[in-house]
């Protein structure tokens, strides 16, 4: 499989990690999945808190087949408060405890969403808490994870941090494909590190996963960590991420086209459609019926799209204005009352 460099860490790590998801069952059941991904050269584990102490007795004689990425979560909320060096530096011992090892390769401040966040991990001495750890050896690389781009720039604009954990996949798109977001160019120029997660939209993602993961993996991010639950999906991960190995640049790269993987019907998004009498936004209904029609998902989500998607085809008067300015010919008001299955729970 593939490897890549993660940022300047300098760390080799595999295309396709192996995500928290299906590591919070019980320890006979992460045994044989841990094992079967070190065999497979997916090693790199990436865990919440309460799965350590588990992961740290199946690591036991084997913890340097390993690269390791644990987080603590660090909020304003006095709820929820791990925002001074000591409880930083505690939460760091527990991990190691847990883990049964001397040093981890990344530990991250996890979900910070915005600016505030940021501001109250540095002001509080979290942040200065784990550059000690790091001084002292127990923690070899700090990294950060958020939804939000533009928190996480101002994030990272510091370097204080060595890679990003976000989510990125088939519904998802705004970190990679967005100018106004721009984060995978901004990770590019500063040498970080990008980790993705959700990478099949949270299970939502039922069919043709090989193309939803050779989507990801041809942006210009280090890996993905699909949650596996068990030995025979991740060996279906594995799997992909060889086929996308064996693949030459110029494949990968037809990989970030839509319409080289969905293929028709498809709305190439020119907007001739626009403006439709009925205020319906039909590129963007379009786009969400083909997407979800490809890879089997059963709903989108509003809240990770830009502005307000409205799916009303009973608004349609039969005007034609759409079809006879599409270049494309496509059917274009069977397909938006297609759409319309898709966004009842949206």
Same mark, same amino acid.
């Given at each position: 499989m593939l490897r890549r460099?993660?940022?300047?860490?300098?760390?080799?790590?595999?295309?396709?990690?192996?995500?928290?998801?299906?590591?919070?069952?019980?320890? @006979?059941? !992460?045994?044989?999945?841990?094992?079967?991904? &070190?065999?497979?050269?997916?090693?790199?584990? /990436?865990?919440?808190? =309460?799965?350590? @102490?588990? !992961?740290?007795?199946?690591?036991?004689?084997? &913890?340097?087949?390993?690269?390791?990425?644990? /987080?603590?979560?660090? =909020?304003?909320?006095?709820?929820?408060?791990?925002?001074?060096?000591?409880?930083?530096?505690?939460?760091?011992?527990?991990?190691?405890?847990?883990?049964?090892?001397?040093?981890?390769?990344?530990?991250?401040?996890?979900?910070?969403?915005?600016?505030?966040?940021m501001d109250f991990i540095r002001a509080g001495g979290a942040l200065e808490g784990i550059k000690k750890a790091k001084e002292q050896g127990k923690v070899q690389h700090i990294g950060i994870t958020g939804h939000n781009s533009p928190a996480l720039v101002y994030a990272l604009k510091e370097d204080d941090f060595d890679t990003v954990m976000v989510p990125f996949n088939v519904m998802r798109r705004d970190f990679g494909e967005d100018p106004s977001y721009g984060l995978f160019s901004f990770t590019r120029r500063k040498d970080i590190g990008v980790i993705i997660m959700k990478p099949i939209a949270s299970g939502r993602v039922t069919q043709n996963l090989s193309a939803a993961l050779k989507f990801i993996l041809s942006h210009d991010v280090t890996l993905t960590i699909p949650g596996a639950g068990t030995t025979e999906q991740l060996d279906a991960n594995v799997d992909i991420a060889e086929e996308f190995t064996a693949m030459s640049e110029e494949e990968r790269k037809a990989y970030t086209e839509e319409l080289f993987f969905l293929g028709e019907p498809y709305c190439r998004q020119c907007q001739y459609c626009l403006p439709c009498p009925g205020e319906m936004d039909i590129p963007a209904i379009l786009k969400m019926g083909r997407t979800c029609d490809f890879f089997g998902l059963k709903e989108w989500i509003r809240a990770q799209e830009v502005g307000t998607l409205e799916v009303h085809p009973e608004r349609c008067d039969g005007c034609n204005f759409c079809e006879s300015r599409c270049p494309y010919d496509l059917p274009v008001r069977q397909m938006v009352r297609d759409a319309q299955q898709y966004s009842q729970q949206a």
């Open positions: 460099r993660l940022g300047r860490t300098d760390l080799e790590v595999p295309i396709i990690g192996l995500g928290g998801v299906g590591l919070g069952q019980p320890l @006979e059941a !992460i045994t044989p999945l841990i094992n079967r991904a &070190r065999e497979r050269g997916a090693n790199f584990l /990436h865990m919440y808190e =309460s799965q350590e @102490e588990n !992961i740290g007795h199946v690591l036991a004689g084997q &913890r340097q087949e390993f690269i390791l990425s644990a /987080h603590v979560d660090v =909020s304003a909320d006095p709820k929820m408060k791990m925002g001074t060096a000591d409880e930083i530096m505690g939460r760091i011992e527990t991990c190691l405890r847990n883990l049964q090892t001397d040093s981890i390769e990344l530990f991250q401040f996890h979900a910070v969403m915005d600016s505030d966040a």
